[in-house]
C-alpha cells in the first residue's frame, strides 16, 4: 500500500514538473514543449504519451490521454516537397474540451477541437473538428454514434 502511494505521489510530483500543477503523467511521456501547452485540473495523461507543440494546446479539465495516443499540431508544408526548398512548419492549434477522452494509439492533428464528453476510438485519427458528446472511430475519423444520458 505504501509502494503504490509513494509511485502516485512521483507521478503527481511529475506531473508538477511539466506543466506546474497537479496532473498524473504516467511513465515514458513525452511533452515537447510544454509552455505551449495549457492543461485544467484532473487530467491522466497514460504510458507513452506523445504531445508535440510548436503552437498551442489547450487540454481541459477532466481529460483522459490514453497510452500511445499522440497530440501533433505541426506539419510540413506539402507545397514545398515539389520543390528543392525546404518544407517550413505548417502550425495550428489543438484543443480538448471538457471530460474527453482520447482512447489508445489515437492521433490528433493541427486545427482540431475535440468536443465536451467526446470520445475519440482507440487508433483513430483526428483531422476535422468533433462536437460534443460524439464518439469517433477510424482513419480517417468518422463519428460512429453520440453519448446520451
Known sequence: MIIKYLIYLALQMKGRHVFRKKV????NSFVLNPKN???GDFCGINHGVFIVEHHRIEISSYVVLSARCMLIDARLDKSKFKTNESPKHVCGPIKIA???WIE???????NVTVGKKAIVGAGAVM??????????AGNPAQIIGQIYG
Do not use: C, N
Request: without cysteine; glycine residues 12%; hydrophobic residues 55%.
Open 24 to 27: 498524473g503523467i504516467l511513465e
Open 37 to 39: 501547452v495549457t492543461i
Open 98 to 100: 471538457d471530460g474527453a
Open 104 to 110: 489508445t494509439g489515437a492521433i490528433i492533428l493541427a
Open 127 to 136: 483531422t476535422r473538428d468533433l462536437p460534443a458528446y460524439a464518439i469517433v
